[in-house]
């Protein structure tokens, strides 16, 4: 049976599903994260201890054939945009647009459906730091060279494209 996880904005008018195995489930501190939580306004985006949790999936593989979604940017020229469930601004994801991934933001799927945490990054903007974290998980000051691995390897497995995604239109149905 293949792997797949589905995730849908508040009022659920909007629905994805991602199939395969996630490429890695994170908790990013950086900066970016932490304005465009927000600037969104989703207090879901952010843990309590501040970082964002967010399930890294191929682009080749994430669907959706009900709703509409359109982009933030948090400033006009920036390669990342979050993007939104027109219905309700609901976040969904995060993508960078030369990329091969789209990160999922966690906290919309069904909580049982929720991959555990591998490892955080970006740590170095968490509010207590680095050293702030003690249980366990991988906690990286910066992207670690697992996280790049993870994506490297996925990468090859899609033949080296980076799909693109086009948020215009009412309808979506395939990356």
Known sequence: MKHAISAACVCGAFTLRAEGAPIVTTACYCKSCQAAASKLGDPALLEND?????????????????????????????????????????????????????????????????????????????????GAFTDGVPSYATHSFAFFLRLFWAWARMGFRAPTIDLAGSTRDAV
């Open 50 to 130: 501040g970082g964002t949790l967010c399930t890294l999936v191929r682009k080749d593989g994430v669907h959706w054939t009900t709703g509409a979604l359109r982009e933030h940017r948090l400033t006009p020229t920036s390669k990342t945009r979050r993007v939104v469930a027109t219905c309700c601004d609901t976040p969904m994801f995060m993508e960078f647009t030369n990329g091969h991934w789209l990160s999922l933001y966690t906290a919309r799927f069904p909580p049982a459906d929720r991959p555990p945490l591998e490892m955080r990054v970006m740590t170095r903007d968490a509010p207590g730091g680095p």
